[in-house]
């Protein structure tokens, strides 16, 4: 049957979508965390960002030709199960269930307490910042279990609200003369460090990838284009590109108002209080916490299906359990409450463990793995079947998609140097995956 959502969109509405999905929260927080991992050095920040949305604009070139070659529901698990199986594809959902949706919405949990200690001017104490993330946590599950429509409503009005501080910060950041050193001033302390410039950049490109976090689902679009051979990979290169020029541009301002070391003890808030003055300040922070809090609803209403779409796969124990849906609201109830229990047991870790970036950076760079997956996937398919229909293929091939291999099989390396141990316990659960995969019944 022909898809009647079939050439619906032109290059703005790929372009916008592309935008609207990596620009998310944690452009807001990792500022600082890239200058820490960057050894203070600036310059090196800088380098990483650019090489972060490098990285992201071949990555999402190589993946586009896998999914306008498979246009399915479902993305990149499609994709790998197309390629590598159901087992493989479980292990994607698994990975998604168990890892990366609980602590990508812990972390946002957290900031959004973070977030709002500043924007109330009071000190983000644990005792302050466990209510207010457990509180803001259990609201928007709530609302998205309960509810059919409001999460929808919540997450088009967040929309918007992300770009403005981050726009305002940007364009007064660039016009500030606060910084007499100069944005990229690297003091001597750093200087005299007897760090590998090269092992530094692979650690700041790691908290980078974060931020461009959400790239690989600009190859679902495709199907949905008018003139996919053209405007897809302008979509990404432009779309992609825009962003990293963005990021580039934003954290520059940032070091144009404060140097590196007080830029680390004043954060975002203390450029903010800076650029517009103390309730200036505290608009613009209320900008970011409707953007976290908009963030937040998007992880939540995406991790209630994960348990729910394994189940009707038939490959999730428990698998009618999870499937069923709430006949008053239309949500899938049991699979919500199941994702709100793992986010709360991520959260609880951050408290306790105090690693709470370690939370959002390693099941980023964990996903490195699967993308890879994706990238070789493309040389699979081209061998396994070379008449497979392909609206679109990647440029330079095959220089692009071994450029994304590199890249992303770097990230997931400097991540496991940053943080061995972590990694470590990401991976063991991820191949318990393979114990609980249940075959599908006949």
Known sequence: MKDKLEGRYGFSVAF???????????????????????????????????????????????????????????????????IYGPKIAFLVGWAQMVIYFPALIGIISYYFAFFTTNFLGINASNEVLIPISFGVLTFVYIVNIFTNRVGGIIQTAATIAKLIPLGLITVFGLLSVNNTLGPMHVSQK??????????????????????????????????DLKNVKKDLPRAIILGLGFVAIFYVLLNYSLLNVFPAEKLMSEGM?????????????????????????????????????IPYTLAIEGHLPKDKFFAKIDEKTMQPKNSSVFMYGLSCVCLVLMFITGKVDVF???????????????????????????????????????????????????????????????????????????IVYKKKED
């Open 360 to 434: 959002g950076d390693i099941p980023v760079a964990l996903f490195w793995l699967f993308y890879c997956l994706i990238f070789i996937g493309l040389f699979i398919l081209r061998k396994r079947e070379p008449n497979l229909e392909r609206p679109y293929k990647v440029p330079l091939y095959p220089v692009i998609p071994i450029l994304a291999l590199v890249g992303g099989g770097s990230i997931f390396i400097y991540a496991t140097i940053a943080n061995p141990l972590y990694m470590a316990i990401s991976l063991v659960i991820t191949g318990i995956g393979l």
């Open 269 to 305: 808030f203390g450029v903010a209080k800076e650029l517009f003055g103390s309730m200036g300040a505290r608009f613009v922070f209320l900008g970011i916490m409707i953007s976290a809090f908009g963030g937040l609803n998007g992880m939540t209403m995406a991790s209630t299906r």
């Open 16 to 82: 916008s979508m592309v935008v609207g999905i990596v620009i998310g929260i944690g452009i807001f927080f990792k500022a600082t965390q890239i200058l820490t991992a960057a050894g203070m050095n600036p310059k090196i920040a800088i380098w990483a960002w650019i090489l972060g949305g490098i990285i992201s604009i071949i990555s999402g070139l190589t993946a586009a030709e896998v999914g306008a070659a498979i246009p399915e529901t479902g993305g990149m698990i499609a994709w790998i199960k197309k």
């Open 190 to 223: 750093v200087l005299a460090s007897t760090e590998s410039p090269l092992l530094l950049l692979g650690l700041a490109l790691v908290p980078v990838m974060f931020a461009f976090d959400g790239w690989i689902y600009v190859g679902t679009i495709a199907g």
